[in-house]
C-alpha cells in the first residue's frame, strides 16, 4: 500500500470513545539500566503555561498503561511515544491523550517515558526494550506512534529493528522489537543526511515496518522535509508507506486542534485497512 496524499487544512470531528484508564506504571528497565549515565530517580515534571504536562527529565523510563473497554478489546498493543525535541516530553498532549483514544479504538495502549534530555540511545534502548516488554505479555500485533521527536524514536524503531541498541538482559529481549507498523506524527529530523536526504542511521528495506506519516508543508523546520524524505525512502525501497502532506498546520497540536482534528481519523482508517 504506497498512498501519497496532498491536501488543504479541513475541518474533521471526531469523539475520543471512554476508555478504561489504569492507573498502572512500570519500570521498562526493572534491573540495570543499559548507558544508565544517572541513577534511577522519578521524572521531573512541570505544568507549562501552555497547559501542557512536560517531563523535563527522565533517567528512569516508564510504560503507562490504558487499557480498552472490555467489549472493544482487539487483542493489539500500541505504544505512544510523545514529542520534546529529545529535551523534554509533552507527556499529555502527546502521549496520555493520545493512548486514550488508541484505547477507545480498541488498542492496548502504552505510553512510554524515554530518556530525556539529549539521549538518542537511550531512548532507541528504550523503545526496543518497550516493544520486547509488551511483546512478551502475548500481543502478536504490536505498533508505535509518535510526534516530532517521538516520531522520529518511532521510526528509528521500524527501521533499526534488526540492530539490537543494547545487550540482551533476560528471556524478554529475545522477544522481536520489530514493530508491526509505524504512526509519525508531524515527524522531526528523518532528513539529517546531507541536503535534507534520510538520516544516514534509518535503514529502509522492503521488510521495513508499515507507516502511515502526517504532516504539514508549512512545519518548513521539522514534518515538511521529513515527511516528503522517509516516504521517498520508503517508496524507493518498496515498503509499504502511506503519506497524508497538507498545506497548513504547522507543529505540536496534537490531538487538540487544527491539523490534530484530522490525522486520527485518517489513522483510524489506515490502521482498519492494515487490519483486511
Known sequence: MKHIIFATLATFTFTVAQAQYVNKTFDVWPNTIPDAK??????????????????????????????????????????????????????????????????GQGYQAYVLAYRVPQNRLGALQDAQRAIRTVRAKGYKT????????????????????????????????????RPDFGILIYPAYLDE???????????????????????TEDDVKYSGPSSLTIADAMQRAGAPIELHYLTKGGHGYGMRSGAGLIWPKLTETWLKGLND
Open 38 to 103: 544517572e541513577a534511577k530517580t522519578a521524572p521531573v515534571v512541570k505544568m507549562g503555561n501552555d497547559k501542557v504536562l512536560r517531563f523535563d527529565k527522565v533517567t528512569n523510563p516508564t510504560l503507562e498503561v490504558f487499557e480498552p473497554a472490555a467489549e472493544k478489546k482487539n487483542g493489539k498493543a500500541v505504544i505512544v511515544c510523545p514529542g520534546g525535541a529529545y529535551n523534554i516530553l509533552a507527556y499529555d498532549k502527546e502521549g496520555q491523550e493520545v493512548a486514550q483514544w488508541l484505547a
Open 142 to 177: 504490536v505498533g508505535i506512534i509518535g510526534f516530532s521527536a517521538g516520531a522520529s524514536l518511532s521510526c528509528r524503531a521500524a527501521t533499526r529493528w534488526a540492530q539490537p541498541a543494547y545487550e540482551a538482559q533476560d528471556d524478554i529481549d529475545q522477544q522481536s522489537c
Open 193 to 215: 543526511g546531507p541536503d535534507h536526504t534520510l538520516t544516514p542511521e534509518l535503514t529502509v528495506s522492503a521488510s521495513t515496518s508499515p507507516l502511515f506519516v502526517f504532516g
